[in-house]
């Protein structure tokens, strides 16, 4: 071969070679290309399905169910939107007791994305999860005192002569023990969590939905075979509202469903069943406050997850009451008449005022607190619209005499006759968008929670929490939940479960 046809074919070969090559270079870009064009029209068609799962959820909190809808996105102001001739396939289905399966789909090219999610209404608030809540300073002052169960707070969370505490200790700023120690797991450091997030505490300034809940699930107090309140307390019989409930052992408040008083509520002696009260102003737990069917044992003081969730299934059918006031809960005689001096008033009348500033919380020094500026979209913590000063009297008191209650006994003229300093024992959930305050007896014990944006209680030897795990989000959220006792909410609507 001559050198002219050697480098011939070396020059073909080199074309050829160049050829093979820059086809694969090409067949490689087209398909990265493709390969990025359809994970674009992936993520686009998942944004989308999650559009249709937020409109669900808008519809399913303003009650505006549909149970399927094909809509377009549209960008603000209904501007242009490079997706807005996508379709958005919803369907919304009903699985009961305000629980709802969003099934939302959406094509983009040749990506399809099919998201599914479980939704509850108004599901009860995660302030629950917790013996003592307080939505401002939490304070445990005193080796007497021992509580079973986690607590938190929203503010700081002091700690005085050493008391008990089993369980996780949480607050939205510093723990601090006063260098005397907190004895049970709460004093160990792996078991407390100081700077935790704030949690929001349900707002009760608007009782409408509790009242329509108890006007279509039927809520009622009955006593002896009488019923003293059904539905809604006052709607036909033209009462002022404010009503005393005593219980016996052989004569037992019956608790049934959600029920609305919409003034104040004195209460006392033996309860049953399962269900919440709720005050339009105070309620007032005038002496021991008893289940006539009580869980057969306390909580496992252990909190080891599979010992709760034995007792929790023992004990799920036995007595369970909330009392949840739009202002106030009064523990024993604020008038001193029976059982000495009430002493409350020596802390609480120091606290409640909402000039709070931006955080919402008293003595943090934020911005705006103490400034005498009313910043109502930060500091009314109960939503009325009114800057809340100090705690008085007047906030303690009933606001017409007993003897003008519903159901008052005959004989009792003050609020002296019927209540006590004595309160020995309190079973229930404790809830209030103000002040749990008063003074207990010599040794006293809370079979429940004491959830409150303010907490004076005033003891004597000793004061023990006992936390009722049947509430704990764990039990009373979600399709498996167990216990259901029409509790206070804050989010409208919550995911529970999502899946792709």
């Known amino acids: 071969m001559n050198k002219k046809g050697f480098a011939l074919v070396i020059a073909m070969v080199f074309m050829s070679l160049l050829f093979m090559g820059g086809s694969s270079y090409l067949y490689m870009t087209t398909s990265e290309s493709k390969q990025t064009e359809r994970q674009a029209d992936s993520e686009k068609a998942f944004y989308l399905a999650s559009s249709g799962i937020e409109r669900a959820c808008w519809r399913i909190k303003n009650s505006n169910i549909l149970n399927f809808e094909t809509f377009k996105l549209k960008g603000a102001n209904n501007a242009a939107n490079y997706l ?259 002493y409350a008033n020596n802390w609480l009348f120091s606290m409640g005022n909402e000039d709070a500033g931006r955080d919402g919380i008293p003595d943090t020094y934020d911005t705006g607190e103490n400034d005498g500026i009313f910043q109502s979209q930060y500091e009314d913590l109960d939503g009325d619209g009114v800057k809340d000063s100090n705690y008085t009297w007047a906030s303690v008191q009933t606001q017409t005499p007993i003897n003008n209650f519903a159901n008052c006994p005959a004989g009792v003229s003050s609020f002296g006759d019927i209540a006590t300093n004595s309160v020995s024992k309190l079973d229930g959930v404790f809830y209030t968008n103000h002040a749990f305050a008063g003074k207990v007896g010599n040794g006293a014990t809370v079979n429940g929670a004491v959830i409150s944006k303010d907490e004076a209680i005033i003891y004597s030897n000793t004061l023990t929490v006992n936390y009722d795990e049947r509430i704990n989000s764990r039990y009373s959220t979600g399709e498996n939940r167990i216990i259901d006792v029409g509790l206070p909410f804050s989010k409208k609507v919550d995911i529970i479960r999502w899946w792709e």
Request: net charge neutral; hydrophobic share 30%; no cysteine.
């Open 84 to 342: 807005e001739d996508r379709d958005i396939n919803v369907t919304v289905a009903s699985l009961g007791n305000n629980l709802y399966q969003i099934t939302s789909t959406s094509t983009v090219g040749n990506s399809t994305k099919t998201l599914n999610s479980i939704i509850q209404k108004n599901s009860p608030s995660q302030v629950f999860n917790y013996g003592y809540f307080v939505n401002n300073w939490g304070w445990f002052y005193g080796r007497g005192i021992t509580s079973r169960g986690d607590i938190r707070s929203n503010g700081r969370f002091d700690f005085r002569d050493n008391p008990m505490v089993e369980g996780n200790i949480y607050a939205g700023f510093e723990i601090y023990d006063g260098g005397q120690g907190i004895r049970g797991s709460g004093g160990d450091a792996s078991n407390q969590h100081p700077f935790s997030d704030k949690l929001d505490m349900p707002n009760l300034n608007d009782l409408a939905y509790y009242e329509n809940i108890a006007k279509t699930k039927g809520g009622s107090v009955v006593i002896n075979g009488a019923t003293i309140i059904n539905n809604v307390f006052g709607d036909d019989a033209g009462e002022s509202g404010n009503i005393v409930l005593i219980g016996t052992s052989s004569k037992p408040i019956e608790v049934t469903g959600t029920v609305v008083i919409r003034g104040d509520v004195v209460i006392k002696g033996v309860i049953k069943g399962q269900g919440t009260i709720y005050a339009g102003r105070n309620i007032y737990v005038a002496n021991d406050l008893t289940y006539k069917n009580a869980p057969g044992s306390p909580r496992p003081s252990s909190n080891n997850p599979d010992a709760l969730d034995n007792w929790v299934m023992a004990q799920k059918d036995k007595d369970l009451v909330g009392f949840a006031a739009k202002q106030s809960i009064v523990l024993g005689d604020y008038t001193g008449k029976t059982g000495g001096s009430w």
